[in-house]
Nanobody, 120 residues
Framework: EVQLVESGGGLVQPGGSLRLSCAAS????????MFWVRQPPGKGLEWVST????????NYADSVKGRFTISIDKNKNILYLQMYSLKPEDTAAYYC?????????????WGQGTQVTVYS
């Protein structure tokens, strides 16, 4: 059974930090590009960060660049998102997403999400 299980969300004041985790199982983790995507209250999905398939080089949305760091523990099949200097506009449900495209066919998985609330 494929599972992506996020954890680490919570309530934090502006300027605070959180580390989100996404534990992956049931698929070949190393064969998938991994993403963090968020959904602010009342809004659509917003891409946050990607760690690529081959080079595992990270990319970030401008809104989080310099404050968030994506990483992978290859041995434990865990995706992380370290978040610093949190702002109220970072409030959202955060989802991890695994994506693979082989010969034009996409296979992807989503976690259930973890809520991050940044409040004054």
């Amino acid at each position: 059974e494929v599972q992506l299980v996020e954890s680490g969300g919570g309530l934090v004041q502006p300027g605070g930090s959180l580390r989100l985790s996404c534990a992956a199982s049931g698929f070949t983790f190393s064969s998938y590009a991994m993403f963090w995507v968020r959904q602010p209250p009342g809004k659509g999905l917003e891409w946050v960060s990607t760690i690529g398939l081959s080079s595992r080089s990270p990319n970030y949305a401008d809104s989080v660049k310099g404050r968030f760091t994506i990483s992978i523990d290859k041995n434990k099949n865990i995706l992380y998102l370290q978040m610093y200097s949190l702002k109220p506009e970072d409030t959202a449900a955060y989802y991890c997403h695994a994506d693979q495209n082989v010969e034009g066919r996409t296979t992807d998985y989503w976690g259930q999400g973890t809520q991050v609330t940044v409040y004054s």
